[in-house]
């Protein structure tokens, strides 16, 4: 049974740039969610996506948009890319409305903006 | 709204000695409760949760939470640490109708040989 994976593992951008961060849910999960995980710090919720629509959104700029598939896998996009925004992001996937109401994480894919 | 505090950013502990790693949440609804545990350069993985029932929850590597309601806490321990055990804790709150997980800020604990 596949766990969530992510894609690429490591990533290194130049301000300004645009990036596009790949998930794949675990088995059987139908909504996925991500994570941005600064050095240091706690994981904060970016957006949830479940039947290929953005169900809920944490307090994040525009410049953070996302994708669901028809087989629940997602994409995060950041646009117009700043220092700031080096971190971790991980990606999370779930199961509404039924099962264990844990999220299994993936390894994450580590962002730095040069 | 959700939030977690985790009031300890740091504990340092000796190889064999016990550990707690404190948590309280604010919600004003039923929760679930989480504790994650990252190793340096790694995902998130979970230790163990709290969805019902017995207040008392035992997870993965000796690890075990209790629920206190009153108290709005869910503390972690362990009773004897490893030096494997050094890694970041996170605690999370999850509101039972709702899938977004609410993280506290982390503790990093330090297991001293």
């Known amino acids: 049974d596949a766990g969530v994976t992510q894609s690429p593992t490591h990533l290194i951008k130049t301000r300004g740039q645009q990036v596009t961060l790949r998930c794949s849910p675990k088995s059987g999960h139908d909504t996925v969610s991500w994570y941005q995980q600064a050095l240091g710090q706690g994981p904060q919720f970016i957006f949830q996506?479940?039947?290929?629509?953005?169900?809920q959104r944490g307090n994040f700029p525009d410049r953070f948009s996302g994708h669901q598939f028809p087989n629940y896998s997602s994409e995060l996009n950041v646009n117009a890319l700043l220092l700031g925004d080096s971190a971790l992001y991980l990606c999370a996937s779930t199961l509404t409305g039924g099962g264990t109401p844990e999220a299994f994480f993936g390894q994450g894919t580590r962002l730095t903006v040069v | 709204a959700q939030s977690v505090t985790q009031l300890d950013s740091q504990v340092p502990v000796f190889e064999e000695a016990p550990v707690e790693l404190r948590c309280n949440y604010s919600?004003?609804?039923?929760?679930?409760l989480f504790w994650y545990v990252q190793y340096p350069n790694q995902g998130l993985q979970l230790l163990l949760k709290y969805l019902s029932g017995s207040t008392l929850v035992k997870g993965i590597n000796g690890f075990e939470a209790e629920f206190n309601k009153s108290q709005t806490s869910f503390h972690l321990r362990k009773p004897s640490v490893h030096i494997s055990d050094t890694a970041e804790y996170f605690c999370a709150v999850r509101e039972t109708s709702y899938d977004k997980v609410i993280f506290g800020p982390g503790t990093s604990l330090s297991v001293i040989p």
């Open positions: 996506y479940y039947e290929e629509e953005e169900r």
């Open positions: 919600s004003s609804v039923s929760v679930y």
